[in-house]
């Protein structure tokens, strides 16, 4: 992967509004697989120091994705005490690792899945916002148990049609609604079940904008609000304040009117205090920091 293939994965990965924190991250690492793969270096020394500043490039092209910054600085580490000589053993030894931690993120997000449907059980309704790869993994295990779903469209870009075009193949029944909407449908759900893309140390919760509203909602109605967080979503105790993404002002279609601002802040932070549990690969927690689970 020379520099010019690389700066267009970087772009995608950074440009990407369809994925959640857990599939950008894998893919981060499928970027430093290839990169290590075919890489242009020369020697170790060289490998070494181009590999670091494509993990800082990476690093820096989702902030407010802890995952990608967790799952990156494990590979980042396994690589600085790799116990191999010779450029090929170090290419193989970095794509093999890369390979192993794309695996264990995969088998983390199915093992959160299982923990969440056994939560949920059978016939709820569930609203949800964004677009979880994760707790789409969790429909997927409900799917034949009489689930019944609620999802906004999760403007910018209506990440929600995305899921709701899955769950209608997967015949499961399904009612899409915009975000001002949630105060209405919340009282319809029996439960809100969404994603994050990072979880601060303090339990707060970093997602699509929007889920807070949802937050906000379900404890208004008395609804339990479930977040499906990864581990390697967890942001470090010394981790600097979140930096919120900014997107294009054009993606909410607003004319140029002089002297109005337009922000598209992408994400919002849910206090821990409107969080029910946060399931993890570990079982289903409902206190932070994570103390015994309940499943």
């Known amino acids: 992967m020379d520099d010019r293939e690389f700066d267009d994965a970087l772009g995608a990965l950074r440009a990407d509004r369809r994925h959640g924190a857990a599939e950008l991250a894998r893919r981060a ?13 020369v020697d170790p020394d060289a490998f070494r120091a181009m590999t670091a500043a494509r993990v800082r490039a990476l690093m820096a092209a989702r902030p407010s994705m802890a995952a990608i910054g967790n799952l990156l600085a494990e590979w980042t580490g396994f690589l600085d005490e790799a116990p191999v000589h010779g450029l090929e053993a170090l290419r193989a030894a970095a794509a093999e690792c890369a ?22 059980g059978t016939g709820k309704t569930v609203l949800t916002h964004s677009r979880s790869s994760t707790v789409l993994l969790t ?17 910018p870009l209506n990440e929600g049609h995305a899921v709701a075009a899955q769950l209608s193949d997967w015949g499961v029944p399904a009612t899409l609604i915009t975000e001002a909407q949630i105060g209405l449908a919340m009282a319809n759900a029996d439960l809100a079940l969404v994603g994050a893309d990072t979880v601060r140390a303090d339990g707060s919760v970093i997602n699509k904008a929007g889920t807070s509203l949802v937050a906000y909602a379900a404890r208004q109605h008395g609804k339990p609000f479930y977040v499906c967080c990864e581990s390697f979503k967890r942001a470090a105790q010394d ?5 919120l993404e900014e997107m294009e002002p054009a993606e909410l279609g607003a004319p140029g009117w002089p002297g109005v601002t337009v922000h598209n802040t992408y994400f919002d932070i849910t206090p821990p205090s409107l969080v029910t549990a946060w399931i993890t690969e570990g079982g289903v927690f409902t206190e932070f920091p994570l103390g015994s689970p309940r499943v």
Not at 29 to 41: D, R
Not at 139 to 155: F, G, H, V
């Open 29 to 41: 690492l499928a970027i430093l697989q290839m990169s290590a793969e075919n890489s242009p270096a």
């Open 99 to 120: 390979s192993n931690l794309i695996a264990q993120s995969r088998e983390a997000s199915v093992q959160v899945a299982d923990h969440a449907a056994r939560l949920i």
């Open 139 to 155: 429909c997927d295990r409900l799917k034949d148990a009489d689930l019944r779903m609620i999802i906004t469209e999760s403007q």
């Open 239 to 243: 981790a600097p304040p979140p930096e």
